[in-house]
Antibody, heavy 123, light 107 residues
Framework: EVQLVESGGGLVQSGRSLRLSCAASGFTFEKYAMHWVRQVPGKGLEWVSGISGNPTRMGYADSVKGRFIISRDNAKNSLYLEMGTLGPDDTAFYFC????????????????WGQGTLVTVSS | DIHMTQSPSSLSASVGDRVTITCRAGQTIDNYLNWYQQKPGKAPNLLIFTTSNLQSGVPSRFTGSGSGTEFTLTITSLQPEDLATYYCQQTSSLPPTFGAGTKVEIK
């Protein structure tokens, strides 16, 4: 059974950093691209970042480019999101999601999602 | 970025009704349109990918159609467990973008 479990969320002051983790199990992690998607409580979904099975290839939304860094450790079946210079607009649930394919910039959908971790940025 | 417009933003229907949700893309996206269901307090769940392909384990009452810029999700016979918000997503070009969602309520 595919499982994705996020951790690392919490309350953080504006301007500070936070690192999210996503532990994956039930599938061959290195064969799938992974993504972070966020959702302001009660609002819609926003793609944040994606990384290919090859951890050297990644992409970011303009809203986080230069502040967030996505990475993965295929030996540990783990996905990460290092979030820097956080602001109130970054307050959201952050979901990790598995791509149906190997490359983050493919046409495939996101076929499995974690339950999310809440990041709250106070001003 | 490709803007995705969903309509209606919400609807209320009875069990057994046929429900249709529309998603329009700001430019042609070929058939790279996916649908997700998000139940209250839960993560999104993939229903349909590439316009009309049913994800494994999803009931056959969910169907998708469309092409170019206009797409629809149809629930052929609404069930109580279909109470959720439904999102479309395009993966034709980067970044992948979502519609604002359609909240489905049961009368």
């Amino acid at each position: 059974e595919v499982q994705l479990v996020e951790s690392g969320g919490g309350l953080v002051q504006s301007g500070r950093s936070l690192r999210l983790s996503c532990a994956a199990s039930g599938f061959t992690f290195e064969k799938y691209a992974m993504h972070w998607v966020r959702q302001v409580p009660g609002k819609g979904l926003e793609w944040v970042s994606g990384i290919s099975g090859n951890p050297t290839r990644m992409g970011y939304a303009d809203s986080v480019k230069g502040r967030f860094i996505i990475s993965r450790d295929n030996a540990k079946n783990s996905l990460y999101l290092e979030m820097g210079t956080l602001g109130p607009d970054d307050t959201a649930f952050y979901f990790c999601a598995r791509d149906k394919g190997l490359n983050w910039n493919s046409h495939w959908p996101f076929d499995y999602w974690g339950q999310g971790t809440l990041v709250t940025v106070s001003s | 970025d490709i803007h995705m417009t969903q309509s209606p933003s919400s609807l209320s229907a009875s069990v057994g009704d046929r429900v249709t949700i529309t998603c329009r893309a700001g430019q042609t996206i070929d058939n790279y349109l996916n649908w997700y269901q998000q139940k209250p307090g839960k993560a999104p769940n993939l229903l349909i990918f590439t316009t009309s392909n049913l994800q494994s384990g999803v009931p056959s009452r969910f169907t998708g159609s469309g092409s170019g810029t206009e797409f629809t999700l149809t629930i052929t016979s609404l069930q109580p467990e279909d109470l959720a918000t439904y999102y479309c997503q395009q993966t034709s070009s980067l970044p992948p973008t979502f519609g604002a969602g359609t909240k489905v309520e049961i009368k």
